[in-house]
């Protein structure tokens, strides 16, 4: 088996590295897509040791810092995937994280391992599968601690308004590109059934009752600055973005909390506020010895609080049931 190339490296950060995967799989590794019209890689990895500065207030990684890892390796296995072709060049720009799974804590002082590999592309996307492994430094011993998958569109350097079209991947088996279009044409309606909730706005309500979801709405403001945008200047500093979040829904042991994050614009006068991005995030309450907790329940009052729980606990439900290897919601 071939030995892996380097193929990036950032000066002054010797613990962070993105490395080729070998072009022959082994059996237990996932079957590898790239073929004789794909020059680039079809999987990279990136390293990086963890620091104090990583932890949260729990003395674990903070979430935050392995999503941004996981958002990179994505960003860069997508950029040069769509960039392997003569043509307009461009940057991959993250446009749905489709899920992610935080399965196992990442400690201070280990390191993580962030594998990123292309699964699937259509005419202006791609699909990126990331996992994440956690490794002690003494021991050698590793864990699988997270799993995402993303989606990425190529915009045009000349002009980032422009959606270029993406080099297609070969497959090494045709059920791949089944299973693949079957995942875009999903995510693709999911997509188109929550854009009804863009122009929804989190109000604020005085002295609400506990346990409600006003109770348990917060919201942001954060002007938007260089440090917070990438090499391309994707964020769009300048953007005053307003981050607001409730609480949508509660099960025994886990939540579900909306976000919504709007920006206006404070150069360019005549455009309006707009709709930025959304989310949902589930998170579970533990104790110091990291066993869960259980969760206070929500008490939804108003219509659209009912039918916003109604749809959290499907939303739970259905991944419920991929946990436990089902394919349709349990009752």
């Not at 010797?14 to 079957?31: E, G, I, R």
């Not at 860069?76 to 446009?95: D, F, M, P, Y």
């Not at 045009?156 to 079209?165: G, P």
């Not at 066993?291 to 939804?300: C, I, T």
């Amino acid at each position: 088996m071939a030995r892996p190339g380097l193929i990036h490296s950032s000066p002054g950060l010797p613990d962070t590295c993105a490395l080729l995967q070998p072009p022959a799989a082994s059996a237990s590794a996932a079957p590898s897509m790239s073929g004789p019209d794909v020059e680039t890689p079809s999987a990279i990895q990136i390293c990086r040791i963890m620091r104090p500065d990583d932890a949260n207030v729990a003395g674990n990684v903070h979430g935050g810092t392995i999503l941004k890892m996981i958002e990179e390796a994505g960003a860069i296995i997508s950029t040069r995937h769509c960039n392997s072709q003569n043509g307009e060049r461009c940057v991959a720009a993250l446009a749905r994280v489709e899920r992610t799974d935080f399965l196992s804590p990442m400690c201070i002082g280990e390191v993580a391992h962030v594998s990123a590999e292309i699964t699937y592309t259509s005419k202006h996307s791609v699909e990126v599968q990331v996992n994440v492994m956690s490794e002690n430094i003494l021991t050698g011993a590793k864990k699988l601690t997270n799993k995402a998958t993303l989606w990425y569109v190529p915009l045009s350097l000349k002009n980032v308004d422009k959606v270029l079209e993406v080099p297609p991947v070969v497959y090494s088996r045709q059920e791949q590109e089944e299973e693949g279009r079957k995942r875009y044409e999903a995510q693709k309606l999911e997509r188109m059934e929550t854009k009804w909730r863009n122009g929804d706005i989190v109000q604020p309500v005085l002295n609400p009752e506990p346990n409600t979801v006003s109770y348990s709405q917060s919201s942001l403001i954060h002007l938007v600055g260089p440090s917070d945008c990438t090499l391309h200047g994707f964020v769009h500093g300048g953007c005053v973005i307003t981050i607001s979040g409730r609480m949508t829904f509660t099960s025994n042991k886990s939540m579900e909390i909306e976000v919504l994050v709007d920006a206006d614009p404070v150069v360019d006068s005549s455009q309006k506020r707009y709709r930025a991005a959304s989310a949902f995030f589930t998170y579970v309450s533990l104790s110091q010895e990291g066993r869960s907790l259980p969760v206070p329940q929500l008490v939804p009052e108003t219509e659209d609080e009912k039918k916003r729980f109604e749809e959290g606990k499907g939303r739970y439900l259905q991944m419920k049931a991929k946990r436990q290897g089902h394919t349709e919601p349990q009752p």
